[in-house]
């Protein structure tokens, strides 16, 4: 038997979200590694072995991975969302990039409803003009970076997804992204906390940039700020497709 | 009856990635309408009305949809991708505050895969790292805008997805979108031109934005400019996760 790997996304919480390409992966699946939350969601039957690992140990989970698929298993690596935006895709590349022994190996990543589209979606649709994603940890990269694309994104009067917004390990970085969009004269845009989308515990809150406080934030919440064009329209939030 | 508006996102082109939760949208519609191309990937049955309109006629087709919904409707207006990124999510709720006595029909978006998503995962982790999303038509918004947000794309070092780069009735902006990031010193970045990905016309291509021509774009392709750090390993491209 010839082994592979795909790497596949899960979407934001609800199985509706999840694609018939990887239902059907996972279906043919031998083995199935990922962050514990994302694999409990992987129903267990026969054949199929479950490999639940922590959080930050993406690189390593990347290799165990490769090297089931080179012993002839059937591996798929899941995240939450889509595996391509800030999940388990750019780790599996570099840990094949790492390693010759592997770059023979058959690949495929699936793409997932990334929890950006999931929000807008629930809230109306404030990614409909130009938009930006910037993902708050500051694990692996520095904060200045972080800093300066808040900056120049509010400058280019991008709608902002910030993934990642705020954890118990970083507790103030977010505090610090809403001051610097505030200096960059964002105050007044209106923000988006989307928390646990799609799920039981889906909780989604408006308020103007100005009133934002980091406590909104957890975890489990993908923020987006709206364009300085974006409105209300009863319930929902949009961004207007003219700009003048 | 009580009507319903539902828009929904069909995904890049392949059935394998419509969510199960727009299959059941589209398995329960009375009516569907949408640009005529993406109508035209709905079954036809008894008991469902389909309304193909063209191309720029959004305003239009999200008046027809909300109409038809407060008569008593279900009804599904259908876009490529994802319908809140450059879709008809946001012509929807333009409609809806044009004119207050449809603000109370229910309404909901339904997520898909957008194009950016559906190429990155073809092709590696492009978008692995932060981003952005730009759409190049410049039917409503001026060019000044476009030229802007590309030339802070690149100081921010996003990695860059570009919407609707070319078309018949627009062939210049995407050269001239070439050289601004050029310009912004961006010549050595990787760039993907992916046509009508997931479809049996789909074609991949890889180049240094130095080397881009405009002509390998057309209105089905999704351009991804890499960020300065974005690189290849045998046949992916991908961002890494780590910047210094």
Chains 1, 2 share one sequence.
Not at 106 to 122: E, Q, S, Y
Request: one cysteine or more; a neutral charge.
């Amino acid at each position: 038997m010839t082994g592979a790997l795909t790497i596949a996304g899960l979407g934001p919480g609800d199985d509706a979200l999840v694609t018939p390409e990887v239902s059907a992966a996972l279906a043919s699946a031998t083995d199935i590694l990922g962050y514990a939350p994302y694999v409990a969601r992987v129903a267990p039957r026969d054949g199929l072995t479950l490999h639940p690992s922590d959080n930050r140990m993406e690189l390593q989970r990347a290799s165990d991975a490769l090297r089931l698929a080179s012993e002839g298993r059937n591996v798929v690596v899941v995240s939450s969302g889509d595996p391509g935006v800030f999940a388990m895709a750019s780790a599996v590349f570099e840990a094949l990039e790492a390693s010759s022994e592997w770059r023979d190996l058959p690949i495929r990543v699936l793409p997932g409803i990334t929890a950006m589209l999931a929000a807008a979606a629930r809230i109306g649709a404030p990614l409909g003009h130009d938009f930006c994603a910037i993902n708050l940890s500051d694990n692996l990269k520095p904060w200045s970076v972080i800093e300066k694309r808040l900056r120049l994104a509010a400058e280019a009067d991008f709608a902002i997804a910030l993934y990642n917004p705020r954890s118990v390990s970083r507790p103030d970085g977010f505090q610090r992204a809403l001051e610097t969009l505030r200096d960059a004269g964002a105050g007044e845009r209106i923000v988006i906390f989307a928390r646990a989308v799609t799920t039981p515990d889906e909780k989604i809150e408006t308020v103007q940039l100005s009133e934002a406080r980091a406590e909104m934030a957890d975890m489990r919440t993908l923020v987006i700020i709206g364009n300085s064009a974006t409105r209300r329209v009863g319930r929902w939030v949009y961004a207007p497709r003219q700009v003048r």
